[in-house]
């Protein structure tokens, strides 16, 4: 109750001042939607040429896609400022107040960097959900819901595990952004298709190493009946506990990293 | 009881060494040698409660680094530390209950937020009661006259302003011990007296442990009685203030008045620092060489004297000595 409080609190606070200043905001806003909307246009117009991406149809793509923008957003919202801003925090000894705060390091730095800039994209992502649901006849059942929210509940901590390993090694090398843009966005980057396109070696990639294909790719086959994967078809199932278990690695690997923490000269 | 004991204390920073120019920076791209640097040696002290400690040194002494680790922003590379019966690295959320913290370079203050609602935010976090938060707001208001600017964001105020809020916010969850790293650094007389006196009276109020490094030595005059001194990593020193400046002032500053000098044969423990104007000069004395009767028979033998000053000399002055001898920083 405190925690959820204080959350509030501090969420309400940052909320305020990212309004307060509202060019920057609307600016934000729309470069988000931009850049996700150009990604479903570029889905749309490959798909209308070709009809299909090894054997998966438009909406089935497109399903894909949402799945992984919705978790991404919002995991984003509390992740993307903290996380992205780690390495320079570390850097230039900022991090010094997290950790004399009588609340959990992680809790009150996620807090304080809760970020107000996806609101649209939570938009996007349901409606896209929405329309994919229609267009593929996937039954609205309560189960098929609540199964739903499982899959974006998992998917959402493997995004969050993701910002979290990637920039925690700030800790030990400082510089680290480049392994956020290498080992997230890049390899996220075969999340947009269907990985059975792609040459074994990267589906065992993003299966096995960084199993990003649970966000989207294996929940995915679940709904649209599919068992056309390379691996067990069990995996369809496994975004939950491999959100959980991911998770739990990040926040250990984040907590030897605060006690790695140099801080700087003052 | 102490309420900090170090014991032994130790931290090193790996740094990593990289090759001089362009082709150097590549070279340790593929071969990275790095280096040790202590930061603190082996430094054991412990505070009683109530205790008003002035942490002093050259920059880089090591000052900081001490703070950071009674914080339990940092890890001790070796040795113990116990701040109110607790490790703070290991327990921080405890620790961070038992301190407030202020850091004179760095701000804790969300830029966007005026001051009230900054308390308000820390009230919460810290779970002050209605009370205690009432009757600490308007303590530390009345005190560092903030009333004029409680309605302001952050940003927009002066670095004074900006001090004295960050204080009174370390403060609102009534913290056994007060942590400040240089607090009035860039501040103005006026403001810097304000905040000495807050500091007395807080003490003296609510007894709060207060360990303070700062480069101003009128800080630690006004407010300390204990000065803890370190170089290099090391403690050098550990006295009361009064002990502070008897034990390091080894001369005595003499200023006479004259109407004119009498031939007197010239004693080799007096040395003439400096004439100031005509008919009065500076003079500095060994203490040890001379007795103060001995100065004074000195000075009435070689002068017609108007008048006589004999003064140890200020802390500012001792402290710059005691660097000189030391190393360069």
Redesign the interface.
């Known amino acids: 109750m405190y925690a959820l409080r204080l959350y509030m609190a501090f969420a309400k606070v940052r909320f305020m001042t990212q309004l307060e200043y509202r060019g920057e905001y609307f600016v934000r806003t729309l470069s988000k939607i931009i850049a996700w909307s150009t990604g479903f246009i570029m889905v749309m117009v490959l798909l209308t040429r070709f009809q299909a991406v090894g054997g998966w149809t438009v909406y089935e793509v497109l399903f894909l896609y949402a799945l992984n923008m919705l978790t991404h957003s919002l995991a984003g919202t509390f992740f993307m400022n903290s996380f992205e801003n780690l390495p320079r925090n570390i850097r230039q000894g900022v991090f010094d107040g997290v950790l004399t705060k009588p609340v959990s390091p992680l809790f009150y730095y996620v807090c304080t960097n809760v970020s107000a800039g996806y609101t649209s994209n939570y938009v996007i992502g349901v409606s896209v959900l929405v329309v994919c649901f229609a267009k593929l006849s996937i039954p609205v059942t309560l189960l098929n819901i609540v199964w739903l929210i499982a899959v974006i509940l998992g998917g959402c901590l493997i995004q969050a595990a993701g910002f979290i390993l990637t920039n925690v090694p700030a800790f030990w090398i400082l510089k680290s952004e480049s392994l956020m843009t290498l080992f997230f966005d890049d390899v996220k980057s075969f999340l947009q298709y269907p990985i059975t396109i792609y040459a074994v070696g990267i589906q065992v990639l993003v299966t096995f190493v960084l199993p990003y294909a649970f966000i989207s790719f294996y929940p995915a086959q679940y709904f649209l009946g599919r068992e056309d994967a390379l691996f067990h078809p069990l995996f369809q199932y496994l975004t939950l506990p491999v959100g959980a278990l991911l998770y739990f690695v990040a926040v250990k690997v984040w907590n030897i990293g605060i006690n790695r923490y140099n801080s700087t000269g003052s | 009881m102490a309420i900090i004991e170090m014991k032994n204390v130790c931290k090193d920073?790996k740094i990593y060494k990289r090759g001089k120019g362009f082709w150097g920076g590549v070279k340790s791209l593929f071969a990275r040698k790095d280096e040790i640097k202590s930061a603190v040696k082996d430094i054991s002290f412990s505070i009683k409660p109530g205790e008003l400690v002035g942490y002093i040194g050259s920059n880089?002494a090591g000052k900081?680094t001490t703070v950071?680790m009674l914080?339990?922003?940092?890890?001790p590379t070796s040795g113990d530390i116990r701040v109110n019966g607790i490790v703070p690295?290991a327990n921080?959320?405890?620790n961070?209950?038992n301190?407030g913290?202020v850091?004179g370079?760095?701000s804790?203050l969300?830029w966007?937020?005026p001051t009230e609602?900054a308390f308000?935010?820390y009230r919460?976090?810290?779970?002050v009661s209605d009370a205690v938060y009432k009757r600490n707001v308007d303590m530390f208001v009345e005190l560092m006259q903030m009333q004029d600017f409680l309605r302001k964001p952050v940003r927009q105020l002066s670095l004074g302003q900006k001090m004295r809020a960050e204080i009174s916010i370390a403060l609102l969850?009534d913290p056994k011990i007060l942590y400040l790293?240089?607090p009035t650094i860039g501040l103005d007389v006026l403001v810097k007296d304000r905040i000495r006196d807050f500091i007395r009276r807080l003490n003296a109020e609510k007894k709060t442990t207060v360990i303070l490094t700062t480069h101003d030595m009128t800080d630690i005059d006004r407010i300390c009685d204990r000065i803890i001194m370190i170089d290099q990593g090391r403690l050098i020193s550990d006295t009361t203030l009064e002990g502070f400046k008897a034990g390091n002032a080894e001369a005595y500053n003499v200023i006479v008045e004259y109407t004119h000098a009498i031939d007197a044969p010239p004693d080799p423990r007096v040395k003439l620092l400096k004439t100031i104007g005509e008919g009065r000069a500076l003079f500095t004395v060994d203490r040890q060489a001379m007795t103060v009767n001995e100065i004074l028979e000195y000075f009435s033998r070689a002068y017609k004297i108007t008048d006589i000053s004999i003064k140890r000399p200020e802390i500012e002055e001792i402290v710059r000595n005691l660097y000189q001898k030391m190393s360069p920083s």
């Open positions: 920073f880089g900081s950071k914080s339990g922003i940092l890890l690295s921080r959320k405890q961070a209950m301190i913290i850091f370079q760095r804790q969300n966007d937020l609602d308000e935010l919460r976090m810290y779970r969850h790293d240089e």
